[in-house]
Every structure is written in structure tokens, then in C-alpha cells.
């Protein structure tokens, strides 16, 4: 495969692009001839609205200048204990003792990180009830999304499995998302979370606010971005830890020396260093968003292809991720090549899985801190050990473990009862992840 090449997937026919020059040039130099049009996006726009992943022009602007100061870096350290506390809450996993068990641990992140998101958006005052519903009804609409994508030129009349479900997804969907924002309207407090603080929010340059229709569509789209793409890094993250017990090892090492015993806060964050390498190396490996795909909307030439209008271009960040030229032992889960010195003179667009240009998301400094102080609580609580089970990626909306992230789990002893060598391999392996 080259770096720019042809793909034909049913009805999907597209151009694909996996080395960092020609994605710069599609997502950041040419981003105004690329746009968000095409089969995609427009199945995506059908549980979005006109949100702001999938908004154009003028309203595109317009949101992103209200939206861009509420994820600033001192916005997201005000968010910090409302995500932590999200977090703590749901890692009190009742069902996990003493002794080891066998538990698919990929299928509750889902649930994790609909509360942390729904906490986010309303903080302490979210109707757990309710988030997940919403989770519930995205699960289905996500998974019927990749067939309506494959299957958009085919007439509307014919009958499609599943289509009134997802229309029922939809309704749910929305109906739900408006209760959370009614809900919070009833709050007095201003606080932290990013509901209040949308709500409150108006254009510099116009003083306009958001009606509530574009209100809805953007608590839509930042539940579906703080559910989905977030709960499949922390599966990918799961999945590999446990595959490597020593790296495993190291995150415990940091967690016990930034943390000891007590609970994580917003401070912790930058001493946390390798915790958050393990998810970027997790990001890089299998990003959730596998690929951005972008509609050409004049003539254009990439690498030296011609590109017609109307033609689909597709960035596939899976490959970008692993291509030689940019990554040393591109298949070796490695997190320290996200140490500084080892990552000064990386290419720009070699490490994307949010996006890049104008389009980047969002909310990636929120979905990266809520991610790390998963991964440290976690390894706070329980020790986690490989169950011989190796998650196979399944390429659809995103980049999913097709049949989960089982692993073997139980409470952690007090650390003084253990000693962590690196290199050692305990006497008993079915202990070997276990301080």
C-alpha cells in the first residue's frame, strides 16, 4: 500500500491517505478545500444536528469562537474534580473481592465515561438514570451507523434491518439530552460544568447566544464525544496493559509515588507523566477515530494524484499511526516515545487521533485527563492481570475491540505487603500483575 491509494468498500469509494504530508495538506494547509460532506457525515449529522464536529461555515465559527474558552487549560483544571469524582464513584466495583475473577472490564467503560461526561456537562446534579439511557441509545445508533453509511445510495423505501430502531434511538436521544439541559437550567449555581457554562455563553464579536435548538445539538455532540471516542482509548488502554506487565508495572510505580493512598487531585495531573504516555501510546496504536474522511470540494492534486471534485478523501490515522517512516518499531507498544526528547523533532501530523487543523477536537485536553485519571485510579484499586484474551480491532464508526477486553481482576492488597522489582516475574504467575 502506498501512501496515498484507491478504496472501494460497497458503496464507499474513496481516496485513502496514511503518511503525515499528504493528511497535513488535506486537515491543516488545503482544510477549506476539504469538507465535512459525503455518506459519513452526513449519518453523523442525523444524530448531531448541526453540532459543532459536524457544523460548517458560519455556524461552525460562530460556535467554536463561544465554545473555544470554555476548554481552555484553566477551564479543564475547574472540570478536574467534577471528573474525578465521576470516576472514583464508578470505580467502587462491588462484584470485584479478594480473589482473582475473569471480567470483561472493556464493556463498563462505556458506562464510565457517560458519567464522567454527563458530570462534566451538569456536574454533581446529573441524573445517573438518565446518562444512561442516553449511553444505551448511542450504542445502538452508533452501531447502525456504519450500515447506513455503506448503504446510503440505496432508495429510502427499501426496507433496511434495523432502520425504525435507529429512528427510535434518535428521538430518545434528543428528547433525553433536552431534558438534561431543562434540568440544568433549574440549577441557581453558576459552578464548573460545561452546560452552565454554554448556557451562559455569548459571541465576543456578536454578543449572541446559542438558541436552544444549537444548545441541543451541541449537548448531543459533547455527550457522543465524551461517551464514545474516550471509553474505546480506555478499552485499547486495558487491553494492552495487560498484554505488558511490565509497563503495567511502571504506571503502578508512578501511581504509588504521586498518589500513595489517597485520591487523585487536579495538581496530580502533571506529575502523572507516564499514565498519560500509556493512553497517547494507546491513542497512537488504536486510535478510536481511525479515520476523517473529507469530500474535495474543487480540483485539487495530492502526492502528485489528481483529485476531482467531489471526490472522497479519506485520512486513515490507523496507518499513519504505524507508518515506518515516522514511528521506530511502529507495532511495539512503547509510551516512553512520548517523552519529550524522543518526540521534539516528530512530524506534526504523525500523532493525530484528534484530528488536526481548525477541525481538531475540541475537547482533547479533557478527554486526555480524564482518561489518565482512569487509568490511576484503577491501578490505585485493583491489580489486573492478562486472561490469554487478545481483542481483535473492529474498523466501523470507530475502532472498537469487536468482542470486549477480558481480564482477570480482584482487589489490591496494601502496597507495604509487596515489592515491585523491575524485571522480576513473581514465583506464582497467575500474580504476576499483582503488587
Known amino acids: 500500500m502506498g501512501d496515498v491509494s484507491r478504496l472501494k468498500l460497497g458503496f464507499i469509494d474513496a481516496v485513502t491517505l496514511h503518511h503525515a504530508e499528504p493528511i497535513d495538506h488535506v486537515l491543516r494547509a488545503r482544510h477549506r478545500n476539504y469538507t465535512k460532506a459525503g455518506p459519513f457525515w452526513s449519518v453523523l449529522r442525523s444524530i448531531l444536528g448541526n453540532g459543532l464536529p459536524v457544523s460548517e461555515g458560519h455556524t461552525w465559527r460562530l460556535h467554536r469562537r463561544m465554545m473555544q474558552p470554555q476548554f481552555h487549560r484553566q477551564r479543564i483544571a475547574g472540570l478536574a474534580n467534577l471528573v474525578i469524582d465521576a470516576i472514583d464513584d464508578h470505580l467502587r466495583w462491588t462484584d470485584v ?15 464510565l465515561t457517560m458519567s464522567v ?22 450504542g445502538y445508533a452508533l ?35 433536552r431534558a438534561l439541559i431543562e434540568e440544568r437550567r433549574r440549577q441557581t449555581e453558576a459552578g464548573d460544568d460545561l452546560l452552565g457554562l454554554l448556557i451562559a455563553a455569548t459571541d465576543d464579536q456578536t454578543g449572541q447566544g446559542m438558541t436552544d435548538a444549537q444548545l441541543l445539538d451541541e449537548t448531543v455532540s459533547l455527550l457522543l464525544a465524551g461517551y464514545e471516542t474516550t471509553a474505546t482509548a480506555l478499552q485499547w488502554s486495558l487491553a494492552l496493559l495487560g498484554q505488558h506487565p511490565e509497563i503495567w508495572g ?12 489517597r485520591r487523585p487531585q487536579a495538581e496530580d495531573l502533571r506529575c502523572l507523566r507516564y499514565a498519560r504516555q500509556v493512553v ?65 523533532d516528530r512530524h506534526p501530523m504523525a500523532w493525530c487521533p484528534f484530528g488536526a487543523g481548525p477541525r481538531k477536537c475540541i475537547a482533547q485536553e479533557l478527554a486526555l485527563m480524564e482518561a489518565t485519571m482512569t487509568l490511576a485510579i484503577m491501578t490505585q484499586r485493583y491489580d489486573l492481570a492478562f486472561a490469554g484474551h487478545v481483542p481483535r480491532p473492529e474498523p ?19 502496597r507495604w505487603q509487596h515489592a515491585f522489582v523491575p ?13
Open 396 to 414: 466501523k464508526v470507530t475502532l472498537r475491540p469487536a468482542d470486549g477486553v477480558r481480564l482477570r481482576i480482584r482487589h489490591r492488597r496494601p
Open 117 to 138: 461526561a454527563s458530570a462534566a456537562l451538569l456536574g454533581q446534579a446529573t441524573s445517573q438514570r438518565r446518562a444512561q439511557v442516553v449511553a444505551s441509545e448511542f
Open 143 to 177: 452501531n447502525h451507523m456504519f450500515l447506513g453509511m455503506v448503504t446510503h445510495r440505496l432508495p429510502r423505501w427499501l426496507p433496511m434491518p434495523g432502520r425504525r430502531r435507529f429512528q427510535q434511538s434518535l428521538t430518545t436521544l434528543r428528547r433525553e439530552a
Open 280 to 344: 497517547q501510546e494507546s491513542l497512537r496504536l488504536f486510535p478510536p477515530s481511525w479515520w476523517l474522511p473529507r469530500v474535495a470540494a474543487e480540483d485539487d492534486e495530492i502526492g502528485g494524484y489528481p483529485i476531482p471534485a467531489g471526490t472522497v478523501v479519506a485520512p486513515i490515522m490507523y496507518t499513519v499511526h504505524r507508518h515506518p517512516d515516522l514511528w521506530a518499531h511502529p507495532e511495539r507498544f512503547d509510551p516512553e516515545r512520548f517523552e519529550p526528547s524522543r518526540s521534539a
Open 423 to 435: 524485571g522480576h516475574q513473581a514465583a506464582d504467575s497467575s500474580s504476576a500483575l499483582a503488587l
Open 250 to 261: 511502571r504506571l503502578r510505580e508512578e501511581c504509588d509515588a504521586v498518589l500513595g493512598g
Open 97 to 111: 473481592g479478594e480473589g482473582w475473577r475473569t471480567i470483561d472490564v472493556g464493556a463498563r467503560m462505556p458506562h
